[in-house]
Structure formats: C-alpha cells, structure tokens
C-alpha cells in the first residue's frame, strides 16, 4: 500500500489487485490492475477512483454480468481486499455524499463529494446486453455485490440519470459497471 497525491491534492491509496471473471466454461483473468487507487470519502468503507477495467475515472471499464464475476476480487495486500460494495455501502454514499451532475473529457456523470471533501467521478457508463452498449453516456449502472433476498437471479445496482440516484435490481444477464470498494 503507497500513499499518494492525484492531481487534485486529495491523497490516494495505491493498491496491488487482481481480479478474475468466470467467464463460460472457463476461467480467465479478466484484468491485471498495477494498483487499485482508492479515495477515503470519510464513510465505512473506501471507493476506487476509477471502474474496473477503466484506465481513467471518466472511462466506462468492463461492463459484466453479475453471474461472471467471480466473488474473489482479491487483493494481494491482505490488509485491503478490492470487493463490490454492499447495497448498504452503496446507500451510504447516496445519503451521506453530494451528486453534483459533471463532465470529465467530455464524458457525464457525477462528482460525488464525500463528507470530507474528497471525491470520486462517476460516469454514465451505459450497460451491455450480448454485444451491446445501451444508454452509455446517458444513464449509469453500477452492480453491488448483493443478491436480491427475494429473487435469486437478480442483484442490486446503483441506478444514475440526470435526475435519478438510487439503487434498484435486475436479472444477472445485464453487463454493468464495477466500482470496487476497500475495507
């Protein structure tokens, strides 16, 4: 774990994390991250700076479906292990941060300014049915690492419009955006 400052002045904490997917029959790492930046927004838990699969926050990453991620997204530091958020964690940043709607390289989305001051950008990532992007760059969707209690086959996700923040859920064969989130 190496402490840091991004171009902002917010300190980041740079993070060793693989990641692997089951992805059909067989089992392939889907991204090697050099490092795991993360920002402490002063909640439970710390958020990554960009998606997963994404060079720079305001890039959509790898859209998955639920089912293909693997719950293992294992850290090689043992003191801080990158995993989906929680429904609950994600609730925490609805209700705890300011969403101010944004662009960043002309992408939109929101800053979403913790308690503290700091920041993350969350980008109208759009989600993948098959081989298609829908809605990208209009609306964004974000899986949490909760099954619905109720209905098996589906999970909940963070849900982002102009107008709307709030989680909903939907069946796994949706490819959605990845935020991972540190202990």
């Known amino acids: 774990i190496r402490s840091k400052n991004n171009d902002k002045g917010v300190e980041v904490e740079?993070?060793?994390?693989?990641?692997?997917?089951?992805?059909?029959?067989?089992?392939?790492?889907?991204n090697l991250m050099p490092s795991l930046d993360v920002v402490d927004l002063g909640l439970s838990v710390k958020w990554a700076v960009k998606n997963?699969?994404?060079?720079?926050?305001?890039?959509?990453g790898t859209l998955l479906k639920w089912d293909e991620l693997e719950s293992n997204i294992a850290?090689?530091?043992?003191?801080?292990?990158?995993?989906?958020?929680?429904?609950?964690?994600?609730?925490?940043?609805?209700?705890?941060?300011k969403f101010e709607l944004s662009s960043q390289n002309g992408v939109k989305g929101y800053l979403?300014?913790?308690?503290?001051?700091?920041?993350?950008?969350?980008?109208?990532?759009?989600?993948?049915?098959?081989?298609v992007i829908k809605m990208q760059r209009e609306q964004?969707?974000?899986?949490?690492?909760?099954?619905?209690?109720?209905?098996?086959?589906?999970?909940?996700?963070?849900?982002?419009?102009?107008k709307i923040v709030d989680w909903r859920n939907t069946r796994y064969y949706y490819g959605m955006a990845i935020r991972l989130v540190c202990d």
């Open 14 to 30: 740079e993070v060793q994390t693989i990641v692997e997917v089951e992805h059909t029959e067989e089992t392939m790492v889907l």
């Open 52 to 60: 997963l699969g994404a060079e720079n926050p305001w890039e959509i």
């Open 75 to 97: 850290s090689k530091d043992s003191k801080l292990n990158g995993r989906l958020p929680t429904k609950a964690e994600q609730d925490e940043l609805r209700q705890n941060c």
């Open 112 to 131: 979403v300014v913790g308690p503290n001051g700091n920041s993350i950008f969350l980008p109208f990532t759009g989600f993948r049915i098959e081989n």
């Open 140 to 162: 964004g969707y974000y899986w949490s690492g909760m099954r619905h209690v109720t209905y098996n086959d589906t999970a909940y996700y963070l849900f982002l419009t102009d």
